[in-house]
């Protein structure tokens, strides 16, 4: 497609938009982990409860998302800066020294996170370089900590959520 602009400008507007990081994560049905640090996360539908995600086609995850029906995203709480950095980072094991437990469809689950959704693909959307993961949430979690936050292509913060609504803690 033409564009009038250049495309690391365009990158460089996006990331005015201040948002939470995640980490999602599946298994392979041979048992492999797999997984990767992603800030396009977004809520998409209270009933049925659904979410997003958009996953580089280029990315060394794309063939095993093809193959796998279910993941888990995590919300990652501010002092998990190191597993941002770790599920971002080629060729190291991402899963190493996690305390892990295992969730729908044995995915891995990262303890200690703001928030996880475990999640059965609902649809794949192509779009663009990037295929639109849409999930359909059969359990959450949440927890009362602070956040990371991505603003401008770094981590921000210290934010504060000292006292969050009360009812939007309950799981
Ligand atoms: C802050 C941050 C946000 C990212 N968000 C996404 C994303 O939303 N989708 C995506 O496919 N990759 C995203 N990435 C890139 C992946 O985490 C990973 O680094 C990249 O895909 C290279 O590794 P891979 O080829 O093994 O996936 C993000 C990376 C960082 C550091």
Known sequence: MDTTFDSKQFRGALSAF???ITVVTSRSADGKDFGLTATSFNSV???????LWSLDCKSSNAAAFEQVDAFAVHILAAGQE?????F??????RFAGLDLTRGHG???VIQGCTAVFECRIAHRYQGGDHV???GEVLSFSTAPSDPL?????KISGPFCTA?????????
């Open 163 to 171: 006292e969050p609504e009360p009812e939007l803690l309950r799981a």
């Open 106 to 108: 044995d995915v891995p």
């Open 18 to 20: 201040a948002t939470g």
């Open 132 to 134: 639109i993961m849409v």
């Open 88 to 93: 971002s980072t080629r060729g190291i094991d």
């Open 82 to 86: 190191h597993i941002c950095k770790q």
């Open 45 to 51: 539908s209270l009933d049925p409860p659904m979410v």
């Open 149 to 153: 936050v991505f603003y401008r292509g």
